[in-house]
């Protein structure tokens, strides 16, 4: 949250991963993931630290369809999307 409010997300209150950087060419960009968002779950985990992230993608291989809970603003949001192999 402390990211969150220095890039001027005021309203993030809540633990999660804030996107401070993304591939726009990316699965999660594709699937709607934006610059300021802030990753709460995946798969029903909560995660809040990049190990974490990694230890819940890494579950699953490419190809796989995962569910991610965010929140943009003050909105929770839930999305699936098909994970690719990292180049």
């Not at 402390?2 to 809540?14: I, L, P, Q, T």
């Not at 060419?25 to 029903?44: F, L, M």
């Amino acid at each position: 949250p402390a990211a969150a409010r220095y890039f001027g997300n005021k309203d993030v209150k809540e633990e999660g991963l804030f996107v401070m950087k993304l591939d726009p060419d990316g699965p999660a960009a594709k699937a709607g993931i934006k610059y300021a968002d802030t990753i709460k779950e995946i798969n029903g985990k909560p995660v809040s630290t990049m190990l974490e992230l990694r230890e819940e993608l890494y579950k699953s291989e490419s190809g796989d369809k995962v569910t991610i809970k965010y929140m943009r603003g003050k909105k929770e949001k839930t999305l699936r999307l098909t994970l690719s192999a990292v180049m």
